[in-house]
Every structure is written in structure tokens, then in C-alpha cells.
T-cell receptor, first 116, second 108 residues
Framework: EAQVTQNPRYLITVTGKKLTVTCSQN?????MSWYRQDPGLGLRQIYY???????DKGDVPEGYKVSRKEKRNFPLILESPSPNQTSLYFC???????????????FGPGTRLTVT | QQPVQSPQAVILREGEDAVINCSSS?????VHWYRQKHGEAPVFLMI?????EQKGHDKISASFNEKKQQSSLYLTASQLSYSGTYFC?????????FGTGTRLQVFP
């Protein structure tokens, strides 16, 4: 089954304790992306990756890191989480933008993060 | 800058129609529409690539006016399953920028 998986689904942590949210897709997609969703603000892109070893900032990258060492994985790293990073996080993947049929993004189930 | 969606919320009875608008202060080259049901991930509905193009997905269709930098999503004869939050998005190179969403609730 084609899917994007995220782990963990729920996480409660304390300020300053480094954490990683994993994301993996099995559709051989080049493009992967992270979003955060907050009430009233919609989905805001954190980072995206056009291919292995190619990453770029979205609209809200501060406080986050990503890496793309393998095509299927795109982990999101919070080196020193703060309460304002409490949010619902989604990973998504698609074929490379610009190619025919590459428009649909497949979203993972989401990770609800609480930083106290 | 995020596209602006209107209205922010819509309440409908089954069978009624609704229109959701999406506009941008910057040039739009494509418009993507997604729907997110409560507690779930967003799901792709359709994309519009050129001005004036219309597409359909079941009884949901959309138009895209490139010159006005606007897109509208039309929900005809709404069903209970249409309830959720609708997002428009526009791509800028590798970025996909979403609007703030329109919450649609359909009641029996």
C-alpha cells in the first residue's frame, strides 16, 4: 500500500530536549516536505527536499533541521524544542514538481507535538 | 505570503451549494485544492494550471482566473461527506504555500 508514515504520532516533551520525528514514504517520490498546522494559520511549510541531499527552507524553518540521506526518509529534527513549537506536524511526498502528474502530495497521518 | 481564503467557515444543509474563494496578491501559476477531515491528513482534490480552466471531482469543481489571481471551488448538492476544511495552495518553485483554510460543515 502506497503510504507516508510518521513516528511518533504523539509526543510530549520538555523545553530543550532534542527530538526527531521520522517520515518515510514507499512511493519512490523525489519531493518530500514538512508542514506544521496551527489553528487559524493553516498549513505552513517548514522545509522541503527536491531529492536526496537537496533541502531548502519553507516559510517557517526557524528552530528546525532536516536531512535527506535516503530517498524514502526525511526526518525532522528539533535541536532545542520550545513551547511555540507545540503543533501538529505533517510530512508529505510527491513526484518531482514540474513533471506531468506530479502534483498530488500524499500526507502522512500527522504527529501531535506538545512542548512544555 | 499565504493565499487568502473566503469565507472562513460555511454551514450547509445537505443538498445545498457552496463556493470557496482563494485569492493571492502574487501571480498564481497553479492552484491546488485539498480537503482535510477532522483528525485526518489533508487529501488532494485537484489542481488547476491555466487561467479559466475548470476541473471536476465528483460534484466538486473549480475555476482559475489567472488574471485576477483567484480560484474558486464549487461544491454542488453538498453531501455529509463534504464536511471538512478546504485549503487552496499555490506553488512557488519548490514551495507549496497554503491558504488558512475554509471550514465547511454539512448537516442533514
Amino acid at each position: 500500500e502506497a503510504q507516508v508514515t510518521q513516528n511518533p504520532r504523539y509526543l510530549i516533551t520538555v523545553t530543550g530536549k532534542k527530538l526527531t520525528v521520522t517520515c518515510s514514504q514507499n512511493m519512490n517520490h523525489e519531493y518530500m516536505s514538512w508542514y506544521r498546522q496551527d489553528p487559524g494559520l493553516g498549513l505552513r511549510q517548514i522545509y522541503y527536499s527536491m531529492n536526496v541531499e537537496v533541502t531548502d527552507k519553507g516559510d517557517v524553518p526557524e528552530g528546525y533541521k532536516v536531512s535527506r540521506k535516503e530517498k524514502r526518509n526525511f526526518p525532522l529534527i528539533l535541536e532545542s524544542p520550545s513551547p511555540n513549537q507545540t503543533s501538529l506536524y505533517f510530512c508529505a511526498s510527491s513526484s518531482r514538481p514540474g513533471l506531468a502528474g506530479s502534483y498530488e502530495q500524499y500526507f502522512g497521518p500527522g504527529t501531535r507535538l506538545t512542548v512544555t | 505570503q499565504q493565499p487568502v481564503q473566503s469565507p472562513q467557515a460555511v454551514i450547509l444543509r445537505e443538498g445545498e451549494d457552496a463556493v470557496i474563494n482563494c485569492s493571492s496578491s502574487k501571480a498564481l501559476y497553479s492552484v491546488h485544492w485539498y480537503r482535510q477531515k477532522h483528525g485526518e491528513a489533508p487529501v488532494f482534490l485537484m489542481i488547476l494550471l491555466k487561467g479559466g480552466e475548470q476541473k471536476g471531482h465528483d460534484k466538486i469543481s473549480a475555476s482559475f482566473n489567472e488574471k485576477k489571481q483567484q480560484s474558486s471551488l464549487y461544491l454542488t448538492a453538498s453531501q455529509l461527506s463534504y464536511s471538512g476544511t478546504y485549503f487552496c495552495g499555490t506553488r512557488r518553485v519548490g514551495k507549496l504555500i497554503f491558504g488558512t483554510g475554509t471550514r465547511l460543515q454539512v448537516f442533514p
